[in-house]
């Protein structure tokens, strides 16, 4: 399996993304390209692998995309060979989109004869040789990746909406077909109504199937797109999906009997006739699974994950059912992944911080729910200038814990091991303070529009300070944040504050609205870990509706609305 990633196997986040290799047979990774040590010259942008796994195509992009490289790699040798150079730019493919641009070169596929197709001001052929051959299409898009384009007899599939030459209205895109020698273009598809939209058109290796994503049959141009399938001479379209949150990325086997697409964050299968359900292979909970890619034989499907549609690691599972495994999977933190937890405010002595990166738990919620925090969770733990701090959830992406009061602002070291691995260590700036105000989402009752209420409570009850209890002037409010720094006495990480309670060293200031308000505690809330509290007099003369809130200390904080 060849992939693209912009982190090493040990965790170390690049500038770029480089090629790898796995190789099932031994479950080693190993590296095809360097561009990360280019300082971000150049780059892979895309590339596919070869039917018999021998060879790489991938494109190099230089000049911010305007040179485009095509290069070919063999996989048993690592050698690399520069078959072609594009300069020409990109094609404007409809005088109705005059302003649009497109990165030149990509989306490369390897014929069965050992060519290489690609994208850029159209479609070419370039050979090992270095001959170059366009192909007569005016304006047309490939679908990417491994995903199959091209049958083994030489048919190409592609979607347009000017395949011939420019047009003066609005067309409707379909799915077409062509020789690889030039010959035959032909509709495969017939839609007439402006408003329809394709994409990512693949056809099986024996070339009879073809399966598209698309709005067709929608009144609503901007409906979800759906998984639809269709036979190469125009006959049988059929729609195989219709959820709510539209299908992605199909892929169909060999034979295209089956076809396997992304569909509200799992991988389904099923029969690419419509002759039955769609089958899950994946039932992730706190990631999102898309990419996929069905092998011809229809056994296994590989594909990525992450969280909320980002792509952290790359798995494969089994069309029989079985559970799906990672293949490529560092453990790894984010650059500028280190935030407190209140309003993304900088980490501070004392408070929580979430760390955020790359497959730290498996598809998980695990939260310690007793005192002391534990320093591992879940076999995840997270070093601090090298020393374990307290762990209070975990997800396979996220990681919240707490700093120690005794941590030295300026620059703090951080890695996580997860199950004996270890992580990259990253270097973050920790401030003495960070004063930032909790606040969760509410709704305007007459406006219905939602905004941030701050977490403000009426003294004593609970209930907050919002619009249908709002607060009045000189009565006292019980504020919570982060990031108020070291306390007397100090509190060990992880443990609960006690009572009587402890007091900031620094009391910040706190204004409602324009005014200043006066502070009457400000320390930890007793009984709770790492829970700032400012108890705060309404001042007077401040007019009726929402006020922000500000806790600020040495100019810094974050203000947030309080009723």
């Excluded at 196997?9 to 190789?23: A, H, K, R, S």
């Excluded at 996989?75 to 649009?100: F, M, N, R, W, Y």
């Amino acid at each position: 399996m060849v992939f693209g990633a912009a982190v090493d196997p040990d965790g170390t986040p690049q500038i770029v993304p480089d090629l790898w290799m796995w190789n099932a047979a031994n479950n080693a990774v190993q590296r095809l390209t360097n561009y990360a040590s280019a300082s971000g010259n150049a780059a892979v942008t895309s590339f596919a692998l070869s039917a018999d796994g021998s060879q790489v195509a991938y494109v190099a992009s230089l000049s911010g995309g305007l040179v485009g490289e095509i290069h070919v790699i063999d996989t048993a040798s690592g050698a690399d060979h520069l078959i072609a150079t594009d300069k020409q730019g990109c094609v404007q493919p409809e005088v109705t989109c005059p302003d649009c641009f497109f990165p030149c070169v990509q989306k490369p596929h390897f014929t069965a004869d050992g060519r290489v197709l690609y994208t850029a001001s159209t479609f070419y052929l370039a050979s090992a040789n270095g001959q170059v051959t366009p192909l007569p299409i005016y304006s047309g898009y490939l679908a990417s990746g491994p995903r199959r384009v091209i049958s083994d007899s030489g048919l190409l599939v592609f979607v347009s909406s000017a395949p011939s030459g420019p047009i003066n209205t609005s067309a409707p895109s379909n799915v077409y077909l062509i020789n690889l020698d030039g010959s035959g273009l032909r509709n495969v598809t017939q839609f007439t109504d402006a408003n329809t939209y394709v994409q990512d058109a693949v056809i099986s290796a024996d070339g009879g199937t073809i399966a598209f994503t698309g709005n067709a049959g929608s009144p609503d141009a901007s409906a979800p797109l759906q998984v639809f399938a269709i036979n190469a001479d125009g006959t049988g379209l059929r729609q195989l999906t219709s959820g709510p949150n539209g299908a992605a990325n199909p892929s169909l086997s060999g034979d295209g009997s089956l076809v396997a697409f992304d569909e509200s964050g799992q991988i389904e299968v099923m029969p690419a006739d419509g002759s039955g359900p769609a089958s899950s292979l994946t039932s992730f909970q706190y990631s999102t699974a898309q990419d996929a890619f069905l092998c011809d034989d229809a056994s296994q499907v590989a594909f990525t994950i992450g969280p909320n549609g980002a792509r952290g690691a790359i798995f494969e599972a089994s069309v029989t059912g079985a559970a799906s495994h990672p293949v490529y999977a560092p453990v790894s933190i984010n650059s500028g992944g280190v935030e407190g937890i209140a309003y993304w405010e900088p980490p501070s002595p004392g408070s929580f911080i979430s760390l955020y990166g790359l497959n730290f738990s498996g598809d998980e919620l695990v939260v310690a729910n007793t005192f002391p925090l534990p320093p591992t969770l879940n076999n995840v733990s997270l070093l601090v200038n090298g020393e374990n701090v307290p762990v209070e959830a975990v997800t396979p992406w996220q990681i919240n814990a707490q700093l120690p009061q005794n941590t030295p602002p300026g620059n703090v070291t951080f890695q996580v091991v997860a199950n004996g691995v270890s992580s990259n260590t990253v270097t973050e700036q920790i401030l003495s303070s960070a004063p930032a105000v909790f606040a969760f989402s509410e709704q305007d009752a007459q406006t219905g529009t939602s905004y941030w209420q701050a977490a403000a409570f009426h003294a004593g009850t609970g209930t907050p300070a919002d619009a249908a209890h709002p607060a009045g002037a000189g009565e006292i409010l019980e504020t919570y944040g982060s990031g108020l720094g070291q306390t007397n006495p100090a509190v060990p990480a992880g443990e609960p504050s006690p009572v009587p309670p402890a007091w900031a060293i620094v009391t910040p200031q706190v204004t409602i609205g324009s005014q200043p308000a006066r502070v009457t505690f400000a320390g930890l809330a007793p009984g709770l870990a790492s829970l700032y509290q400012i108890n705060v007099v309404v001042p007077e003369g401040l007019t009726p509706g929402p006020q922000s809130l500000n806790w600020t200390w040495d100019n810094r904080g974050a203000s947030i609305f309080v009723k």
